[in-house]
């Protein structure tokens, strides 16, 4: 089956634009969650969707939002974009279900905001 | 929160020889804990986890040990291969293993194995 799709893969931004950046899960699949991954600070948690709901939050600021679709899509959108915010943003699903905690990667979007 | 500190940063080693990274967590009620690989330009992937209530795993050349006690756990390569060659990622949760359920990553270990 199809793997975890994200888009875009590379975009560039210039300081104070938003930006969004959209996950369709693997299919069956009800959670999503999204990562901040920069080099030197490993991946870090922004949050977890769950059947629409968010479940879990990262410690980002308030410019840093998503949604989660009734299909499982997930969006996250950034606004007020600041140069820090240039990275790798990656998403990843599961089951969402206790006892299946894999997470399933997709190959991410790269941010560089000018 | 949970926080969880990954040492070393990089490490080097010849091919054939056994690998550790080594992996601190802070919150006692972490009870899940998996390891991803993420080769050069490619997603991470999960290669092996390990829950609160066993010490110890392996899956062919790779093995993750846990010492709740202590509140660290490692992750042990052995007969390395060029193709071990990637940055490993430990994490800790302390959810009910559904999801991400308060996943925290640490900050990865680049492993450079030497012809």
């Known amino acids: 089956k199809a793997g975890v799709t994200q888009t875009p893969r590379y975009l560039i931004k210039t300081r104070g634009q938003q930006v969004t950046l959209s996950c369709s899960p693997i299919?069956?699949?009800?959670?999503v969650s999204w990562y901040q991954q920069t080099p030197g600070q490993g991946l870090q948690f922004l949050f977890e969707?769950?059947?629409?709901?968010?479940?879990n939050k990262g410690n980002f600021p308030g410019r840093f939002s998503g949604r989660q679709f009734s299909n499982s899509r997930s969006e996250m959108n950034v606004s007020t974009l600041e140069l820090g915010d240039s990275a790798l943003y990656l998403c990843?699903?599961?089951?969402?279900?206790?006892?299946?905690?894999?997470?399933?990667f997709g190959e991410g979007s790269r941010l560089t905001v000018l | 929160g949970e926080n969880v500190e990954q040492h070393p940063s990089t490490l080097s080693v010849q091919e054939g020889d056994s690998a550790v990274i080594k992996c601190t967590y802070s919150?006692?009620?972490?009870?899940?804990f998996p390891w991803y690989k993420q080769e050069l330009g490619k997603r991470p992937q999960l290669i092996i986890d390990?829950?609160?209530n066993v010490g110890e795993k392996k899956d062919q050349r790779i093995a993750v040990t846990l010492n709740k006690t202590a509140k660290h756990f490692s992750l042990h390569i052995t007969e390395t291969q060029p193709e071990d060659s990637a940055v490993y990622f430990c994490?800790?949760?302390w959810g009910s293993g559904g999801g991400a359920d308060g996943l925290t990553f640490g900050k990865g270990t680049h492993l450079i194995i030497q012809p």
């Open positions: 990843a699903s599961s089951l969402g279900l206790a006892g299946s905690p894999e997470l399933f």
């Open positions: 299919s069956g699949h009800r959670s």
């Open positions: 969707y769950f059947s629409e709901t968010q479940r």
């Open positions: 919150d006692s009620a972490s009870n899940y």
């Open positions: 390990i829950r609160s």
């Open positions: 994490a800790a949760s």
